[in-house]
């Protein structure tokens, strides 16, 4: 266990910092909330927590639908007629 986990959530750090740090944040609000007694810091870290993986789930969204939309760039139109062949009986010396 010890040996997978670490290079999991070195993994996710380095994708999503930012929500990877507001997930952990409202995980240990949440639960000193929930061990202290506290309901409002455990509802503050539960809202925390979630709306971290919201942000997250929204984020991992914009980006498959932006990787979806990728047409192909044409640089030269099509041509109607395809290019000769050089052949070296056509060379004429």
Not at 20 to 37: E, R, T, Y
Not at 43 to 62: A, E, F, P, V
Not at 79 to 91: C, F, G, I, Y
């Amino acid at each position: 266990m010890n040996a997978i986990f670490p290079p999991v959530l070195k993994r996710l750090y380095r994708k999503e910092p930012i929500s990877s740090f507001l997930i952990v944040v409202g995980a240990v609000d949440a639960v000193l909330g929930g061990v202290n007694g506290i309901g409002t810091l455990m509802i503050l870290g539960l809202l925390t927590s979630g709306l971290s993986l919201g942000y997250r789930w929204w984020c991992i969204q914009q980006a498959e639908t932006k990787l979806d939309f990728n047409p192909k760039q044409r640089y030269l139109p099509p041509s109607s007629n395809p290019l000769p062949n050089l052949d070296r009986r056509d060379r004429r010396e």
